[in-house]
């Protein structure tokens, strides 16, 4: 198979950036694991705000449908079931569907592949019932199953504490959220407003001790603040972050940096969202922990590179587009917290001067507020 772009992802950054770069006549092929697109919208009821001006308010799940929509009159070839295995030394990428290996030649490529949840290990977190607060969201919303009766929430980020609000809708009765830290670790004021609601208890300084059960979690033990206490528990959910899935760049050959603020190690990459790997761009939860908004803008200014540098857009077409996507980019993580925004540009700024790339006018819009 031939292409001018390859995307590995076919969640939302990889579905705005296949739109954008099909949109433009660029023959895109969206290569994606699972058995649907959309990633982590697929599950996602909750109304998301912090989306760029283009996007109206909408649930995850609509806004998963109207970004596969839009490709379907484009020239976007769709590899469902198939994963990213490996290169050739000719440079062609192999894909499989686990009965077969198709090789790709792409002129770019772009690489979406998000993140992954963090588990917590403890005694008994193998059982069944204990699992991420993604794979509760995903029984609930996509799978139509109960996960539980009676919940224990470990961690308090805004995910977990969205997620406590549907598990609450839906009659599961949330026993507590166990933070190890002295403060909850999310600021969304109507989530926590929520737990006063419904008087859900909140564990500061305090960590699962094990969980026993037979074929299932039953029972845990809790430590809270030196003090063990034992709960009639059949779900924990565990919500201890993400960080972002690294394995497609390490095949590639990409560079790595450390960022606190974006999630740990991520993919260095410039103000193209070019990886040190010429042809090969980067986006999304891989290029850095973000919100919805920052994911699809990373996705579009991805393609809008790989546009240009087919030749489709000249350089200043795509030079003003990236100018206000950057622009955009800025306002949406910085409402809250400048923190990952500072890191991602920390990561763009070294990533120009290790590699001697001049600090175009583009560059330089990009760093307002920083």
Known sequence: METDLLIIGGGPAGLNAAYEAASNGVKTVVVDES?????????????????????????????????IEKLLPLNVTLLLRHTMIGTYKDGRIGVSNGMKTIPITAKKVIITTGAA???SVFPGWTLPGVMTIGAAQILMNREYV????????LGSNTFSLEVVKQLIEIGVS?????????????????AIQLLKEYDIPIYLNSF??????VGEVQKIILNHNGVEEQMDIDLVC????????LEPFEIMNCSFTYQTGLGGWVPQYSILMETSKPSIYVAG??????TIGAILLTGEIAAVSVVESLGVLCEEQATERRASLWKELYYLETVNTQETYSARMNLVRGFHEENNLPSSSLFDLSLEGS
């Open 208 to 213: 699962i001790v094990s969980a026993t059960g």
């Open 117 to 119: 949840e963090e588990a």
């Open 146 to 153: 109960l996960p539980g009766e009676n919940a224990l929430i």
């Open 238 to 245: 565990i919500g201890k972050g993400v960080t972002p899935i």
């Open 285 to 290: 939860n891989a290029a850095g922990i973000a």
């Open 174 to 190: 949330v026993q507590g959220i166990v933070e190890s830290d002295s403060e909850l670790n999310s600021n969304d004021e109507k």
């Open 35 to 67: 058995f649907s697109l959309g990633g982590q919208l697929r599950q996602q009821t909750q109304i998301l705000d912090n989306l760029p001006k283009q996007f109206e308010k909408q649930r995850g799940t609509t806004l998963a449908q109207s970004l």
